[in-house]
């Protein structure tokens, strides 16, 4: 099954990509194409290559073959950091936060870095109050502002979470990648996690990597499912989960 989709209707797409270690092909002949304004899942059993397929699209990795094309241009030989300013921005499966400092600042260290300064310890009060104000929007967002002047260390996880999208935000993303968001979070926390994503995602692009079918099912327009670092099947949720060879991957797996 394609992707019908126009290269110019993607924000991001692929052509053969591919990944091999040492004879093993982690990601194999992958081609996607992920629309503007959509949420698209990348599933698979354990081992079928989700995060190495991340990790080539985000270019923390070089491809051993294909291309990535991001709003039509070619980045395959990009970087990280080159790629982040140009809006695709990734989140990682284990929330990144800077613990021992406030929720507020942990937003204005994300702000000054879009802005193109780094953060340094010392500086005054003054000098950080220019961010204050976006900051406190951003947190407002994601439902922290209450929360802006606590230590970070001392938040639940799901709102750790919460704080590491606040955090992605302040970085003006078109696109952002979600590693296993839902992950090591408590039953309570699954829902408004969950609504949060639905909620930033309203005027951006988001390609998420999830194990939760639940969470899928509930957020997502399109579902790449991998096999083996190869694309076994695409289409809307009802499409995949009654792909017969969908369901036979994921005999015993629980879906993971």
Same mark, same amino acid.
């Given at each position: 099954?394609?992707?019908?989709?126009?290269?110019?209707?993607?924000?991001?797409?692929?052509?053969?990509?591919?990944?091999?270690?040492? #004879?093993?092909?982690?990601?194999?002949?992958?081609?996607?194409?992920?629309? @503007? *304004?959509?949420?698209?899942?990348?599933?698979?059993?354990? %081992?079928? #290559?989700?995060?190495?397929?991340?990790?080539?699209?985000?270019?923390? +990795?070089?491809?051993?073959? %294909? /291309?990535? $094309?991001?709003? =039509?241009?070619?980045?395959?030989?990009?970087?990280?950091?080159?790629?982040? +300013?140009?809006?695709?921005?990734?989140?990682?499966? +284990?929330?990144?936060?800077? #613990?021992?400092?406030?929720?507020?600042?942990?937003?204005?260290?994300?702000?000054?870095?879009?802005? #193109?300064?780094?953060? &340094?310890?010392?500086?005054?009060?003054?000098?950080?109050? @220019?961010?204050?104000?976006?900051?406190?929007?951003?947190?407002?967002? !994601?439902?922290?502002?209450? $929360?802006?002047?606590?230590?970070?260390?001392?938040?639940?996880?799901?709102?750790?979470?919460?704080? =590491?999208?606040?955090?992605?935000?302040?970085?003006?993303?078109?696109?952002?990648?979600?590693? =296993?968001?839902?992950?090591?979070? %408590? *039953?309570?926390?699954?829902?408004?996690?969950?609504?949060?994503?639905?909620?930033?995602?309203?005027? /951006?692009?988001?390609?998420?990597?999830?194990?939760?079918?639940?969470? !899928?099912?509930?957020?997502?327009?399109? +579902?790449? !499912?991998?096999?083996? %670092?190869?694309?076994?099947?695409?289409?809307? $949720?009802? =499409? !995949?989960?009654?792909?017969? @060879?969908? /369901?036979?991957?994921?005999?015993?797996? &629980?879906? &993971?």
């Amino acid at each position: 099954m394609t992707n019908p989709a126009r290269a110019s209707d993607c924000i991001l797409r692929t052509e053969g990509l591919s990944k091999e270690f040492l #004879g093993f092909h982690a990601v194999k002949n992958v081609s996607l194409n992920i629309r @503007r *304004h959509s949420i698209h899942a990348l599933i698979g059993p354990n %081992g079928a #290559g989700k995060t190495t397929c991340f990790n080539l699209l985000t270019t923390f +990795i070089p491809a051993s073959a %294909g /291309r990535i $094309y991001y709003n =039509e241009h070619d980045i395959t030989k990009s970087d990280p950091a080159s790629v982040a +300013i140009g809006g695709m921005v990734r989140s990682f499966q +284990i929330s990144a936060v800077f #613990g021992q400092m406030s929720v507020l600042d942990n937003v204005r260290v994300a702000l000054q870095r879009k802005a #193109g300064g780094t953060f &340094a310890f010392w500086r005054s009060a003054r000098v950080l109050e @220019r961010y204050t104000g976006r900051a406190r929007e951003l947190l407002a967002a !994601v439902n922290l502002e209450p $929360y802006a002047n606590f230590s970070a260390a001392d938040l639940s996880y799901g709102r750790k979470r919460a704080l =590491e999208l606040a955090t992605t935000l302040a970085l003006e993303p078109e696109l952002i990648l979600l590693d =296993e968001p839902i992950a090591g979070l %408590g *039953h309570e926390d699954i829902g408004p996690v969950t609504r949060l994503i639905a909620q930033v995602a309203k005027d /951006r692009t988001v390609l998420m990597v999830e194990h939760n079918m639940k969470v !899928v099912a509930e957020l997502c327009d399109r +579902i790449t !499912v991998l096999q083996a %670092g190869e694309v076994l099947a695409e289409g809307s $949720y009802e =499409e !995949v989960s009654n792909d017969a @060879r969908v /369901r036979a991957a994921y005999v015993g797996g &629980a879906h &993971a």
